[in-house]
């Protein structure tokens, strides 16, 4: 069992940076692959970075590619969410989730999922 609390979001021009937070609590943290979803007004929740247990694996959207980095630190129970290079199209609620031993992609493969942050980028 974990429990996942998502931070950061906010306003930033096209262009900006922002880095989401997911405080997890529970013991079993570092026993979990994390991922991050987004969904956007009127569009179906999209799958959006992934990291394995020990963060040396990672997986991203190709819209995100080379612009945001997922990380973690198992220590502070802790995943983040570096979004560089944004733009309004990025525009989305941010859900953190975790979930198995395997990185994925997929969201029903993850049980836990954070209440989520809004990440607003504008033109």
């Known amino acids: 069992q974990v429990q996942l609390v998502e931070s950061g979001g906010g306003l930033v021009p096209a262009g900006g940076s922002l880095r989401l937070s997911c405080a997890a609590s529970g013991r079993t943290f570092s026993s979990y692959a994390m991922g991050w979803f987004r969904q956007a007004p009127e569009k179906e929740r999209e799958f959006v970075a992934a990291?394995?247990?020990?963060?040396?694996?990672?997986y991203y959207a190709d819209s995100v590619k080379g612009r945001f980095t997922i990380s973690r630190d198992n220590a502070k129970k802790t995943v983040y969410l570096q979004m560089n290079s944004l733009k309004p199209e990025d525009t989305a609620v941010y859900y953190c989730?975790?979930?198995?031993?395997?990185?994925?992609?997929?969201?029903?493969?993850?049980?836990?999922w954070g209440q989520g942050t809004q990440v607003t980028v504008s033109s």
């Open positions: 990291i394995s247990l020990s963060g040396l694996i990672t």
């Open positions: 989730a975790a979930g198995g031993h395997r990185i994925k992609q997929a969201a029903a493969g993850y049980a836990y």
